[in-house]
């Protein structure tokens, strides 16, 4: 069975501010696929960056990155430098059996000017 | 190239009516997924269609339904409303692959559907 969990409801910095979100994946398969969503207020969901099992180096894509940390099962998502129009939910998102994506709870992202 | 459309973006229903709602995909893919979204459940899978086949279903009543047609565009049915059907309902699209192998390609989503049931 696999279990998503984020524990941060809400979090708010100022802009400029580092910020690094939380995500916990466990599962017992050795191939996976984790993806980071970001929802802002018009509701779609906007893809964000990528993890795949067998990756080798964790992946930066502009002002966002992201660090595993096997031993905790741990998938943190960094966005670098926040911006006002960071502000939104963000959903970590493993692919679950069937190609069906398992969403975490959320944490909703407030960056404060 | 065009996002993912959805329609309509608001929806007002009664109990016990039944609804219709439209997916139009990225031009191109063939995976279109639905899924819905409440403040209590949160964002929870409905079913995935591939090339007009039913390729997975999630955990949720008959009374949700759904079809692909020949040009990859998706429709979800809902029958017999209930006051807990009130959700958004956002749909994916992916380029998707045939068979069993996990596509590990990002999906893109529309704005969603807002359906209100009273």
């Known amino acids: 069975a696999q279990k998503v969990t984020q524990a941060q409801t809400e979090i708010s910095v100022v802009e400029k501010e580092d910020v690094t979100l939380d995500c916990v994946y466990e599962t017992r398969d050795t191939t996976y696929y984790l993806f980071w969503y970001k929802q802002p207020p018009s509701g779609e969901l906007v893809f964000l960056i990528r993890r795949n099992s067998f990756d080798e180096q964790n992946e930066i894509s502009g002002r966002y990155s992201w660090n595993f940390q096997k031993s905790t099962s741990s998938f943190n998502f960094t966005i670098t430098a926040s911006q006002v129009v960071d502000s939104a939910v963000y959903f970590c998102a493993p692919l679950g059996e069937g190609q069906n994506f398992v969403f975490g709870p959320g944490t909703r992202l407030s960056v404060l000017p | 190239k065009a996002g993912v459309t959805q329609t309509p973006r608001y929806l007002i229903k009664t109990r016990g009516q039944q609804v219709t709602l439209s997916c139009s995909p990225i031009s191109g893919h063939r995976s279109v997924s639905w899924y819905q979204q409440t403040p209590g459940q949160g964002l929870q899978f409905l079913f995935e269609?591939?090339?007009?086949?039913?390729?997975n279903k999630g955990n949720f009543p008959g009374r949700f339904s759904g079809r692909q047609f020949s040009n990859s565009r998706s429709e979800m049915n809902v029958s017999t409303l209930e006051l807990g059907d009130s959700a958004l309902y956002l749909c994916?699209?992916?380029?998707?692959?045939?068979?069993?192998?996990?596509?590990?390609?990002?999906?893109?989503f529309g704005q969603g559907t807002r359906l209100t049931v009273v």
């Open positions: 269609y591939f090339s007009e086949t039913q390729r």
């Open positions: 994916a699209s992916r380029a998707g692959t045939a068979g069993l192998r996990i596509a590990h390609t990002e999906a893109f």
